[in-house]
T-cell receptor, first 111, second 117 residues
Framework: QKEVEQNSGPLSVPEGAIASLNCTYSDRGSQSFFWYRQYSGKSPELIMFIYSNGDKEDGRFTAQLNKASQYVSLLIRDSQPSDSATYLCAVKGGGADGLTFGKGTHLIIQP | EPEVTQTPSHQVTQMGQEVILRCVPISNHLYFYWYRQILGQKVEFLVSFYNNEISEKSEIFDDQFSVERPDGSNFTLKIRSTKLEDSAMYFC???????????????FGPGTRLTVL
């Protein structure tokens, strides 16, 4: 049974600070790792993906992957109130595998 | 920017009735997926579809479910005899072909809220 674990939060961060979101996964065969943002009542919106160990930066977002520790993280720099949402970690094997999602971390950016 | 579309946005049905949820994936994408999210719970994979056949399916995707690509643009999910516990948001997603592009990111549609009474 593939599992993806996230702290459900809420995680409260002051505006302008760095928000740090974490995720662990159980399946060592996982090949692709994704962070989605989901606003209440809306669909998941892809914000970052990472395939290789290390860091990947895209604007204010940095994804970090450590396959040995089965750990994925997302850093959001200069957090804005509009970043307040639930952040979903998802992992995938190869081919046409579906995504396995965590339950998400509820992030609140306090003005 | 291309996007996945889904219809209807909200479907209300009686228990035991058949429903068909429709999706139009992004036009150059070759992999198609259905997920569901029961209120307050995590997003769950149902099925993936490639080259006009099911590639993978989860334990949730039992004989009550079927998928079809009836033409070059639509991708449908049918639930034959709905149960109360089928009430959920159903999301369609699509992705490019990894072997061609090195990319397998999945892009989600806005979802169909299914309410079974």
């Amino acid at each position: 049974q593939k599992e993806v674990e996230q702290n459900s939060g809420p995680l409260s961060v002051p505006e302008g600070a760095i928000a740090s979101l974490n995720c662990t996964y159980s399946d060592r065969g996982s090949q692709s790792f994704f962070w989605y943002r989901q606003y209440s009542g809306k669909s998941p919106e892809l914000i970052m993906f990472i395939y290789s160990n290390g860091d990947k930066e895209d604007g204010r977002f940095t994804a970090q992957l450590n396959k040995a520790s089965q750990y994925v993280s997302l850093l959001i720099r200069d957090s804005q109130p509009s970043d307040s949402a639930t952040y979903l970690c998802a992992v995938k094997g190869g081919g046409a595998d579906g995504l396995t999602f965590g339950k998400g971390t509820h992030l609140i950016i306090q003005p | 920017e291309p996007e996945v579309t889904q219809t209807p946005s909200h479907q209300v049905t009686q228990m035991g009735q058949e429903v068909i949820l429709r999706c139009v994936p992004i036009s150059n994408h070759l992999y198609f997926y259905w997920y569901r999210q029961i209120l307050g719970q995590k997003v769950e994979f149902l099925v993936s579809f490639y080259n006009n056949e099911i590639s993978e399916k989860s334990e949730i995707f039992d004989d009550q479910f079927s998928v079809e690509r009836p033409d070059g643009s639509n991708f449908t999910l049918k639930i034959r005899s709905t149960k109360l516990e089928d009430s959920a948001m159903y999301f369609c997603a699509s992705s490019e072909h990894f072997a061609f592009t090195g990319s397998n990111e999945q892009f989600f549609g806005p979802g169909t809220r299914l309410t079974v009474l």
